[in-house]
């Protein structure tokens, strides 16, 4: 008895089996990404994703090392190539590549890329992957343009573009790729990754095509759909219905400093499903803290899941019941040519924009606000010319959660979890700096009955010159508490003159000039605590 | 790679589960033991195996309850064999044992308390920590990591520093280091793990912090970083000298009484310990590295698979053992297990090694695990979709079928109810199967909220439960870049021979391995290591004295790690026989009697992660680094599919020294070469075979005439066949310890070893 044991994935008996053969294909296409990825950012599937689409953007499955902060990308990227490039018009072995803010993208150094799977010759399916590329140029080598005013500033711009053909790749694509990077190398060893990985993929569908027949392989997709969002619905009923309304604030855009913006949202629960409108958000500004749409997207689903059952299986079944309004020209959703390089600090303050509404149709899930991520990268030049760079990161404390305190330096991307931070010894075997510290400070999480996490202390010296890029947030205005809770501790950006004298930088800055013996001193911000601390504490 | 139970589980006709014991005998005619014995014991959560091995290949079987001071039940099963084989302990010249202690202790937080010494800068550096969020925990409001292994109060930072070259940057201040020690002394400590950032690099001040540590702590054990895991990365480093120093007192006291026990007993033999990696510890070794030891019941499991693949011809195995709980899958290849260069332990059960916990940087057999035991139950969710586990129903109650209180379905259940096991104790176990109480649970379980049948709901399970199975030989196979068509699959566990034939349809396998004894595989396999030990430390940087040559970057002030093609052949052929002799040394044999294999880990420059690869025969020449760069863009292309011939990096250097066991040959019989004869079934079944489609859907074809997708199936008696008996598929083959199915399609011969083995006639691969 040699028949396939899933020809009907239809069937509920064995639609479990046939999804996990979808994120199967999509999994091994993030794994061959992240182990031929060069770009020293991408640790352990940090800023990386992968997943199979249909011929329209929809999500069909994705990888589970797929950072929540892309959930939405890969989906939302699709449709502006296929516009430009009809399905019609694909050959077997295209593969294509974009990083087009405005059209699903996230921002110059997130490269997209996306290859067709014919079916009896037409390009039904697509597979994608996505990571964080070592350098594209523009004004900070890396990508961390803290201080861009305009879109081009953030690095090269890459309209949907025929990366690779059967032939193999587009020379002159990878020419002017690697013409616009500091690491040419580097980038294109990424740049292989990537296609490597949306082959892998492309692969495993055709086999599970080839096993379930083209239309028993889609009718397996839709029913993989309609579960998740039939599991999705019945969630959402659980929150009670109701309009709610929440807001965070942006320190400043590092453009005009000490003016705060304001993320406003209204989510409405009506039975089994959510509208979530952002009208009343600030308007965009000519500064990196804009987020394109797809981030923002992306942010919505992370803040919603957190309110549900977890083990949904995340395809465009989780999207279909949530309706999702961003004002165009807004900080959630900005026009040409506003830069969108800083989007985690507009997405972080929608998501928790989103907790405070949320937690009012659903209490038990109250969370005080956290840290943020804090970015910074150090870089210069060999005695050989050659750059060096070190682009790093640590967390804010996460808020406080009933019943619980805060996460320790766990806060404000998504989820992530500490094995994103580099260790120090393979940083310092690399490149010219030495690490004094890398603590928790103590008590800085906000007091409260339940306190929030804490932020830390990196201390840096440099042993050689460098410039220094900064972007960080919730420094001027640290993470509130909720519901009598106390504030968490701000964190700052600083330098340390070898006569231990200290100025506080600015936080979203870009080649700040540091000399040899200098120390880079960067905290975070403690979390907010929650409820009144007892009294006596 | 999480669970606290190793080795074999309680297959699901043992009669072990109801604290009864069973026995099986094999390959030894006379029925007595002769010349010098093995015995082998593997002590898992819920049961122990101990075999017995003599010179003649007569093996005796047994399998107990694991008893709350282990040791009990260890010595009862030996003396159980010792007795049945009319072996005399004297004559017994080797003890190998497979333990969970150190995976235990550390799950359970029972190790011994711990002071932590670091860098000043760093006491961070452990509540910190790097866990991953993994899946739906990334999602989950109120998900907290595990928790630090040391409080921050035992936890100590010291003022000095080395740079990553091996420079002191700041000398270790001893008046702050003797304040730190009667710190420590105030504590009453049982260990003292020291960690200092870059002592890979330069041991010196973990030497004299461990010297004050000794002289000022006696009978307080002291473990460095450098003595552990000599490698960069200073968070795996210290959690892995953390996790030694809180085994380490307990392993130690543990295998000290139970060499007091066995010499009670009259056995005096030198007491083994199996490693995480496949590899032997003596008892002294495995006390000081009690980390090497965590992953010690899987790993014999999948040694058992090699030596069993190596007697059969079969370099290329691929190892399932399914217990109660758990399925777990491993790679052999060319007579070689998988060996992952680290692993985390205490996280979420998960494949691929992403399952967050502890990381233990010390190489294991590469294994992945899913929940997909015997006793694993199937549910069906809110939206309406069958699922399995992870919620097992475990020994206790265990499946519904016992009878012993379970209620919700389990895949033993299903099994029962499509007639792959026997309701009836047919088997010698006793132990009585209530189909009724299968069938009700599966009938509230699955059936009436899906709207199916019984049958078609426990054909369902029985599929989901394969389906699992196969996303762990996904992992250690496909997704290692090895395509498992031409592997064989060898199956341990109770649990797994109902399943294996179905399960290598799925992956175009055609050969199936069910050995004799599959049901105490591990214990088995215990008998079959060889002692060994393997060292590695990170290639030292370039520009320190006898360090590996210079960096590709030439002039440059920080170089960063030495590249491939411009490592100093010289150097690494030094630092290679360096570790070669360190880790005989360890051993306790000269180095001139171990064989020594050779490995190094490259990445592309700049690249997180490395790829170990074996170092080219000979000593290390410039065509040595040549070919072994060369055999990584080959790894890349074969694996991932990257053409790219971009500069390599020389991270780490490893030897692995192994000194062959003094063992009695491998249990055979005579040769009956290609003399098959046609067995004789001892009865008829019905069984289902007609896949998991829900009848009258017209998926019965395979068994038209059948109706309700049963057929009768001959039943044999596993010993009651003898070598060279052959039997085609459908039908089933029963033992003490687990029933084997031969689907339609297959055929089942016994080989001369007396391992049954499932040839698919027609399969295409898929």
Avoid at chain 2, 25 to 50: K, M, Q, W
Avoid at chain 2, 158 to 186: K, Y
Wanted: hydrophobic share 40%.
């Amino acid at each position: 008895m040699t028949s396939p044991p899933t020809d009907r994935p239809t069937d509920p008996l064995t639609a479990e089996v046939f999804r996990n053969a979808l994120a199967v294909a999509a999994e091994e296409a993030g794994i061959v990404v992240v182990r031929g990825a060069h770009s020293t950012f991408i640790v352990e599937g940090a800023d990386a994703a992968a997943a199979v689409l249909d011929a329209e953007g929809h999500l069909v499955a994705q990888s589970q090392s797929t950072s929540l902060s892309h959930a939405a990308s890969l989906r939302s990227s699709l449709p502006p190539v296929l516009a430009r490039h009809p399905a019609a018009g694909m050959a077997p072995g295209d593969v294509f590549v974009t990083n087009d803010v405005y059209g699903g993208g996230i921002h110059a150094n997130d490269l997209i890329v996306f290859r067709p799977v014919f079916v009896e010759g037409e390009a039904r399916w697509f597979t994608g992957t996505l990571i964080h590329v070592a350098d594209l140029g523009g004004l900070s080598a890396g990508g961390m343009a803290a201080d861009a005013t305009d879109v081009f500033l953030e690095g090269l711009q890459l309209p949907p573009v025929r990366l690779a053909t059967a032939e193999g790749p587009v020379a002159d694509i990878e020419a002017l790729l690697a013409a616009n990077s500091r690491q040419p190398d580097k980038l294109l060893g990424d740049v292989r990754a990537l296609v490597a990985g949306t082959a892998v993929a492309a692969r495993r569908v055709d086999e599970l095509v080839a096993a379930h027949g083209p239309d028993g392989f889609a009718a397996g997709v839709t029913a993989a759909w309609d579960y998740a969002e039939r599991r999705m619905r019945q969630e959402i009923a659980g929150l009670a219905d109701g309009t709610y309304r929440g807001a965070y604030p942006i320190d400043d855009d590092g453009q005009v400093p000490g003016r705060e913006l304001w993320v406003r949202v209204t989510a409405e629960v009506a039975g089994d499903t959510i509208r979530i409108d952002f009208t009343g958000t600030d308007d965009q500004v000519p500064a990196a803290v804009n987020a394109g749409a797809s981030q923002v997207l992306s942010g919505v689903l992370y803040a919603v899941r957190s309110f549900v059952d977890a083990t949904i299986p995340m395809n465009e079944g989780c999207f279909r019941p949530i309706e999702v309004v961003l004002p165009e020209g807004s900080l959630v959703n900005p026009t040409r040519p506003y830069p969108g390089g800083g989007r985690h600090i507009a997405v972080c303050a929608a998501v928790e924009a989103l907790y405070e509404a949320l937690a009012q149709a659903s209490p038990e899930h109250t969370v005080a606000a956290s840290g943020i991520l804090q970015g910074f990268s150090i870089g210069g030049r060999r005695p050989d010319g050659r750059h060096w760079l070190h682009m790093a990161f640590d967390f804010g404390g996460s808020g406080a959660r009933r019943g619980l305190d805060g996460l320790d330096a766990a806060g404000g991307l998504f989820g992530g979890g500490r094995n994103l931070i580099p260790q120090v010894e393979p940083i310092e075997a690399a490149v010219p700096l030495r690490f004094e510290a890398v603590e928790l400070i103590p008590d800085s999480g906000g007091a409260g009955r339940w306190r929030g996490g804490r932020g830390t202390r990196t201390v840096i010296e440099l042993l050689d010159d460098a410039l220094v890029d900064t972007r960080g947030d919730r420094l001027r205005l640290p993470p509130p508490g909720r519901d009598g809770g106390s504030p968490g501790r701000p964190g700052s950006y600083r330098r340390r003159r070898p006569d231990g004298t200290e100025e506080v930088l600015p936080a979203k800055a870009t080649n700040l000039r540091f000399e040899r013996g200098d120390r880079f001193v960067m905290e975070t911000s403690g979390g907010g605590g929650l409820g009144a601390p007892p009294p006596g504490a | 790679m999480s669970a606290p139970t190793t080795g074999t589980t309680p297959p699901p006709e043992a009669a072990g589960a109801t604290g009864q014991t069973t026995a099986g005998e094999a390959g030894s005619p006379r029925g007595r033991a002769v010349g010098a014995l093995a015995l082998a014991a593997d002590i898992g959560g819920t049961f122990t195996d101990v075999v017995l091995a003599d010179a003649a290949g007569g093996l005796w079987t047994t399998k107990c309850p694991t008893t709350a001071d282990p040791i009990d039940g260890l010595i009862a099963g030996a003396r159980q064999v010792l007795d049945r084989a009319g072996g005399r302990p004297a004559d017994v010249a080797r003890v190998v044992h497979g333990t969970t202690l150190a995976t235990n202790v550390i799950l359970e937080r029972r190790g011994a308390p711990v002071a932590f010494l670091t860098t000043a800068g760093f006491g961070s550096l452990l509540e910190l920590g790097r866990q991953a969020r993994v899946e739906e925990e990334r999602h989950d409001l109120f998900w907290s990591p595990t928790p630090s292994p040391v409080p921050p109060e035992r936890t100590f930072e010291v003022p000095e520093r080395i740079g990553p070259r091996g420079e002191v940057v700041r000398p270790l201040d001893e008046e702050a280091a003797a304040r730190i020690v009667d710190s420590v002394a105030a504590l009453d400590v049982a260990a003292v793990a020291i960690c200092l950032l870059h002592a890979y690099a330069n041991p010196d001040h973990e030497r004299r912090l461990a010297e004050l540590c000794r002289r000022r702590l006696p009978g307080v054990l002291v473990v460095c970083s450098t003595d552990v895991l000599p490698q960069a990365r200073e968070h795996d480093r210290a959690v892995t000298t953390v996790m030694s120093a809180t085994v380490g007192p307990v392993m130690s006291a543990y295998l000290r009484r139970l060499e007091g026990r066995l010499r009670d007993l009259g056995i005096t033999a030198p007491l083994h310990v199996m490693g995480s990696s496949g590899d032997v510890l003596s008892a002294e070794l495995a006390a000081r590295r009690a980390v090497a030891t965590v992953e010690s019941g899987p790993a014999a499991g999948v040694m058992a698979v090699r030596e069993i693949g190596s007697a059969l011809g079969l370099p290329d195995t691929l190892a399932l053992d399914m217990g109660g709980t758990t399925a777990k899958a491993a790679v052999v290849r060319d007579g070689r297990p998988g060996i992952t260069p680290s692993f985390s332990l205490g996280g979420r059960m998960s494949a691929g090694g992403r399952g967050g916990g502890l990381t233990i940087a010390l190489p294991a057999v590469d294994l992945a695990e899913v929940g997909a035991g015997g006793g694993s139950i199937a549910w069906v969710d809110a939206g309406g979709a069958l699922r399995l586990g992870p919620r097992s129903a475990g020994a206790e109650p265990g499946p519904a079928c016992y009878g012993r209180g379970g209620t919700e379905p389990t895949v033993t259940d299903a099994n029962l109810v499509l007639g792959y096991l026997a309701a009836d104790g047919f088997t010698s176990g006793g132990l009585a199967l209530d189909r009724d109480r299968a069938v009700a649970a599966l009938r509230s379980g699955v059936a009436e909220p899906l709207g199916v049948d019984v049958v078609a709901a426990a054909a369902a399970v029985h599929e989901l439960a394969n389906a699992a199975m196969a996303s762990a030989v996904h992992v250690v196979s496909v997704q290692r870049g090895v395509d498992p068509r031409r592997f064989a699959l060898v199956v341990l566990g109770g649990a797994g021979p109902v399943h294996a034939a179905r399960l290598a349809e799925r992956f175009g396998i055609r050969t199936v391995v069910v050995p004799q004894a599959a049901g105490v595989g591990s214990a088995v396999g215990l008998l079959e290591c060889e002692l060994g030990h393997e060292r590695a430390a990170t290639a030292p940087a370039p520009g320190r004295p006898g360090g590996l040559g210079e960096s590709g970057e030439p002039g440059a002030g920080f170089p960063g790690p030495a590249l491939t093609r411009a490592a100093d052949p010289d150097a690494v052929e030094a630092a290679l026989a360096q570790l070669a002799a360190d880790a005989a040394a360890e051993l306790g044999v000269a180095v001139a009697d171990v064989r020594v294999e050779r490995a190094a880990d490259l990445r592309y420059r700049g690249q997180a992660t490395e790829v170990s690869l074996p170092v080219p025969a000979g000593p290390v020449t410039a065509a040595t680094l040549a070919e072994l760069e060369a055999a990584f863009h080959r790894y890349q292309r074969d694996t991932y599919g990257i053409v790219l011939e971009d500069p390599t990096e020389l991270v780490t250097l490893r030897a692995r020294v192994t000194v062959p066991a003094a063992r009695p040959s491998a249990p055979g019989g005579p040769d009956v070469g290609d003399v098959r004869a046609p067995a004789t079934p001892a009865g008829t079944r019905r069984v289902h075979l007609g896949g998991p489609a829900p009848s009258g859907t017209g998926r019965d074809d395979a068994n038209e005439g059948a109706g309700d997708g049963f057929t009768a199936v001959p039943v044999f008696r596993r010993e009651q066949l003898r070598p060279g008996d052959e039997l085609a598929g459908p039908a089933l083959v029963v033992a003490p310890d687990t029933t084997a199915l031969v689907p339609p399609g297959w055929t089942a011969a016994v080989h001369a070893h007396g391992h049954l083995i499932l040839e698919a006639l027609t399969l295409e691969a898929r």
